[in-house]
């Protein structure tokens, strides 16, 4: 064979890539990546906002838990989670724009034109809302796990000054009510974004029907409105005073000092 027929042949597609190509080029492929992926961020969503919680039990058990997902699995759960994630996140947004387009273009399209295909008003919400989430995420990342605010990042445990103090930080951040202001309203968009989501996925998963639509509703209002309760708590009892570090620190050095829920302490 000549150098030239090997330039010239086309790279061939194995079956698993065509099957994958047309799954991914089909309007019901991406409805179900952007199902499974929205669930998996849901799965996340409770989990973190679980672990967030320990912030009532005091400082010991939230710095615990951190310094567990940093070391569960040598250190590599935590990026198993976060590539998977990203992926997840990912997914979502490039398979989100893309049916948006492909409705787009069906309506713009006038032998196209069909009520089923055209973008509804909650639909519209829901691009500002995610895009909103989107800002939000990164914003926290560079808040909370990347620290770029050097005096949060130096923030050390005061029980145990090897580890990052994970509490005080997470005081800290919420003592600019600017950072709070934001936090309600991103976490206020997410969560009515998953009000929507929540019954999309049981759509597409072809499990809303005419008995189950109200069921359906109720668990999509109730997950969003617990997840947005049990994450602005935190925020809200930091800027109203009700959470505070003030003694925890000096306390903790203190020998014989006992831990206890910061809500107690006031
Ligand atoms: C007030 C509510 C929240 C609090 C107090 C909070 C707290 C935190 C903290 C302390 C970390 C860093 C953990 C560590 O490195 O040890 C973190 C990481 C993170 N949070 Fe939140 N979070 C909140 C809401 C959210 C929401 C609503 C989302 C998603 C929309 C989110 C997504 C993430 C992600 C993706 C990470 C990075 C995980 C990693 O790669 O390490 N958080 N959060």
Redo the contacts with the bound molecule.
């Keep these: 064979m000549q150098k030239s027929d090997v330039l010239l042949k086309k790279p061939q597609m194995n079956s698993l890539g065509r099957t994958l190509l047309r799954f991914w080029n089909s309007s019901i492929g991406k409805k179900l990546i952007v199902a499974v992926t929205g669930l998996m961020l849901v799965g996340f ?1 409770v989990g ?1 906002m679980a672990g ?1 919680l320990l912030i009532f039990q005091g400082r010991e058990d939230l710095n615990d838990y ?1 310094e567990f ?2 070391h569960m699995l040598h250190g590599w759960g ?1 990026w198993f ?2 590539i998977g ?1 990203l992926t997840a996140f990912v997914l979502h947004i490039v398979a989100t724009v893309s049916l948006v387009r492909q409705n787009r273009a069906a309506r713009d399209s006038r032998y196209a034109h069909d009520a089923t295909v055209q973008a509804s008003g909650s639909s519209r919400i829901m691009i500002w809302s995610g895009l909103t ?1 989107l800002a ?2 990164v914003f ?2 560079l808040h ?2 990347v620290r770029v605010d050097s005096q949060l990042a130096a923030m050390k445990d005061p029980g145990d000054p090897a580890r ?1 103090d ?1 509490y005080g ?2 005081i800290a951040g919420f003592s600019n009510p600017l950072v709070v202001l934001f ?1 309600i309203v991103a ?1 206020s968009l ?1 969560c009515s974004h998953l009000s929507h989501g929540i019954a999309s996925i049981f759509q597409t998963l072809g499990l809303r029907t005419v008995k189950t639509r109200a069921a359906i509703r109720a668990v999509g209002l109730a997950v969003s409105v617990v997840l947005w309760l049990g ?2 708590s ?2 809200f009892l930091v800027a109203t005073g009700v959470l505070k570090d003030d003694k925890g620190a000096a306390a903790n050095l203190s020998p014989g000092h006992v831990q206890q829920s910061p809500l107690a302490e006031n």
């Design positions: 969503l973190h967030n951190a997902l940093h935590v989670v976060r994630l989430v939000f995420v926290h990342i909370f796990t990052h994970v930080m997470v936090y976490i997410l994450f602005l935190i925020p």
